[in-house]
Nanobody
Framework: QVQLVESGGGLVQTGGSLRLSCACS????????MGWFLQAPGKERELVVS????????YYADSVKGRFTISRDNAKNTVYLQMNSLKPEDTAVYYC?????????????????WGQGTQVTVSS
């Protein structure tokens, strides 16, 4: 069993920054590829960024390239999402997810573990 706990969400103005953290407990963190998904009201959950279990491979959605950075610290069992130059359209609930595989995936169904989500609101 894997437990994921996100933190770091909040309210920020356009152009501001937030750093989301996702702490993992229960199993070996380094065994999991990790992803951050967002879900806006009335919309499907979609992949924002993802990182392989070694950290050597990452994926960024076009909408966040150059603004968001995913990283992981396997010694601390934590994955981070640094969000810069935030825009109102980034407003959503952000979920951390773990996938029992070497590589990342863009499909939510391939992730077996999810955090409770953290709200990010960007005001204009």
């Amino acid at each position: 069993q894997v437990q994921l706990v996100e933190s770091g969400g909040g309210l920020v103005q356009t152009g501001g920054s937030l750093r989301l953290s996702c702490a993992c407990s229960g199993r070996t963190f380094s065994s999991y590829a990790m992803g951050w998904f967002l879900q806006a009201p009335g919309k499907e959950r979609e992949l924002v960024v993802s990182i392989s279990r070694s950290g050597s491979s990452t994926y960024y959605a076009d909408s966040v390239k150059g603004r968001f950075t995913i990283s992981r610290d396997n010694a601390k069992n934590t994955v981070y999402l640094q969000m810069n130059s935030l825009k109102p359209e980034d407003t959503a609930v952000y979920y951390c997810a773990a996938r029992g595989s070497t590589s990342w995936s863009r499909y939510p169904d391939s992730y077996g573990y999810w955090g409770q989500g953290t709200q990010v609101t960007v005001s204009s």
